[in-house]
């Protein structure tokens, strides 16, 4: 089990560009969730993933972003555009997905700074 | 109605010390509360979590204590060490939601001096 993994751990970006971050979870977790940490704040829910199906989206995911799960592994979120308010710490967390279970393992985080 | 308040903002304690966290919530649908512990750059961790039909639950130096009634729950570190020194969120879930997302308190700072 090599917990979750994220790609890159830190972006640097101009404003009006747009990104992308990558989320390997754990093998065999089929829910994936997003989440948006700011300095000195707790994480906050973006979006959530079953499998290759987006069910939930947080109204803290503006039309700039979006994310896939493409045959329900591996996980993209894309910001277009990016602003200076987008500069956050982006985490991915997955879970086993069974009824009552909702353990839920994070990974090291993508660091973004919008310039 | 769907926060979690944590308190204090930043402690400091002694080595050996027991540090106490405390997370207050007003939804009692809310039915999963984890804590979890986050080192500077790094991703939140799971520490312990606790269901509303037990008080207590215990995991080595950590303890989570839960009063249903009151709608508070704590987290206690026995004989804290400068290694704990590290952010600590609690957070919680509602029974309802099938997505299982997580509603994190702000966060604790601690501080173990040595």
């Known amino acids: 089990d090599t917990g979750v993994s994220q790609d890159p751990r830190h972006k640097i970006t101009k404003r009006g560009q747009n990104v992308t971050f990558r989320c390997d979870p754990i093998s065999e977790h089929n829910r994936l969730y997003w989440y948006r940490q700011t300095l000195g704040q707790g994480p906050e829910f973006l979006t959530y993933?079953?499998?290759?199906?987006?069910?939930?989206k947080s109204r803290l995911l503006s039309d700039r972003f979006s994310a896939e799960r493409p045959k329900g592994s591996f996980s993209t979120l894309e910001i277009q555009r990016t602003e200076q308010g987008d500069s956050a710490m982006y985490l991915c967390?997955?879970?086993?997905?069974?009824?009552?279970?909702?353990?839920?393992?994070f990974g090291p985080g993508t660091r973004l700074t919008v310039t | 109605q769907q926060q979690v308040k944590q308190s204090p903002q930043s402690l400091i304690v002694q080595k050996g010390g027991i540090s106490i966290i405390n997370c207050a919530y007003e939804n009692t649908a809310f039915d999963y509360f984890p804590w979890y512990q986050q080192f500077p750059g790094k991703g939140p961790a799971l520490l312990i979590a606790?269901?509303?039909?037990?008080s207590e639950k215990k995991e080595g130096r950590f303890t989570i204590s839960f009063n249903k009634s009151a709608k508070q729950f704590s987290l206690h570190i026995m004989d804290s060490q400068p290694g704990d020194s590290a952010t600590y969120f609690c957070?919680?879930?509602?029974?309802?939601?099938?997505?299982?997302?997580?509603?994190f308190g702000s966060g604790t700072r601690l501080l173990v001096r040595p």
């Open positions: 993933f079953q499998n290759e199906a987006q069910l939930e």
């Open positions: 957070a919680a879930s509602l029974r309802m939601d099938s997505s299982y997302k997580l509603i």
């Open positions: 967390a997955s879970s086993l997905g069974l009824a009552g279970v909702n353990e839920q393992y």
């Open positions: 606790i269901r509303p039909d037990v």
